[in-house]
């Protein structure tokens, strides 16, 4: 029997998206909805894993589901809400958290990057949290989720949860095994100061992103600042694998204009990197800065956001509420 297909994902609130999050995630959202049912969740709990402002918090989840409209998220088409406002998120984590296994959150990778070198003064909620995210799919019973390359882990413990429920409680099929949708071409967006980091809003400089909500002054300046490399743009794979900045830009070219890096290289090869840089400019330009304006207009009209996530609130209790009464049945919670 085919199974429905549901998709599943969670953007945490961190306020100030980037094209990273743009290319590897929001983007692919918009276009799944075309083909699928969608449930994307702005992840509060899971933000708060490490200490946030209150107010900023507020902002931030606001700013999160104004991007989510922005880049062509439809709240009739998809469920658009945020996690806490969802109970069920909570519940289903601490069952789930009396399924899944010690020794198999401390292989997550994820925790000893962000725990540093102090673990004992993380918060319990940060080595936890992959639990949740595993609630927050099965919650629904997501069957696909899209997801970066660096949450790839975190989603085989889903798996592996699921997995688990089902063996424990005898209901095979009961948890569908979530599949990640991992972007393929995307190979990941990373900072313009440094080819071998991640783009990220945690990097001090404001120079290594491109934000939705810059401006084209601010693309323009940030591009012309980016690093490349002083010989000519090669006309190769391999060289170009060996110049991480360079192939960063060639990267994210390729995937704004839907060329391959194959065709980009073939057009660029001998030139020098301001050429690139010129097209660069003006194709992230006419992308972003369109959704930068959006952002700013739907974060002017607040009740209109508080809107969207009721209404998304509500239709994602339905299903979170009628699958969690079958949970508690199978786990024999009266
Ligand atoms: N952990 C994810 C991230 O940091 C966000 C997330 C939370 C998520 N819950 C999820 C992603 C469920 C996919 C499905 O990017």
Redesign the pocket.
């Known amino acids: 029997m085919e199974k429905k297909k549901l998709v ?5 609130p961190t306020g100030n998206l980037h094209l990273g999050n743009y290319l590897g995630a929001l983007k692919n959202f918009a276009s799944l909805q075309k083909e699928m049912k969608c449930i994307y969740c702005v ?1 509060d709990l ?1 933000a708060i894993t490490v200490f946030q402002k209150p107010e900023e918090l507020r902002k931030n989840v606001f700013e999160t589901v104004a991007s989510f409209l922005a880049t062509g998220l439809d709240s009739d088409k998809s469920i658009i809400f945020n996690q806490s406002s969802v109970s069920g998120h909570a519940e289903l984590a601490w069952i789930l958290n009396c399924v899944s296994r010690v020794g198999w959150l401390n292989r997550m990778t994820q925790f000893k990057d962000k725990a540093g070198s102090d673990k004992e003064k993380a918060s319990v909620g940060l080595y936890i949290y992959p639990n949740l ?1 595993a609630a ?2 099965l919650l629904y019973k997501a069957t696909h ?1 899209p ?2 390359a660096d ?1 790839k882990q ?1 989603l085989e413990l889903s798996r592996d949860i699921a997995q688990k429920f089902n063996n424990d409680f005898d209901c095979k099929d009961f948890f569908p095994i979530p599949e990640p949708l991992i972007p393929k071409n995307v190979s990941r967006v990373m900072s313009l100061r440094d080819g071998l980091k991640k783009m990220s809003k945690s990097e001090d400089s404001d120079y290594s992103r491109i934000n939705l909500k810059d401006s084209a002054d601010e693309i323009n300046k940030k591009i012309k600042k980016a690093k490349t490399d002083s010989e000519q743009i090669p006309d190769n794979m391999q060289t170009l694998q060996k110049k991480p900045e360079a192939l960063n830009l060639i990267n994210i070219y390729s995937e704004i204009s839907k060329t391959n890096i194959e065709s980009v290289l073939r057009e660029m090869s001998g030139k020098e990197y301001s050429f690139l840089k010129t097209k660069l400019t003006e194709i992230i330009i006419s992308e972003i800065t369109p959704v930068g304006k959006e952002i700013q207009k739907l974060l002017k009209d607040k009740a209109h956001l508080e809107k969207i996530l009721k209404k998304g609130k509500e239709k994602a209790n339905i299903i979170a509420e009628e699958n969690l009464k079958n949970v508690r049945e199978k786990v024999g919670l009266i």
């Open positions: 599943f994902s969670g953007v945490q992840v899971h995210m927050d799919i989720v997801v970066g949450q975190h």
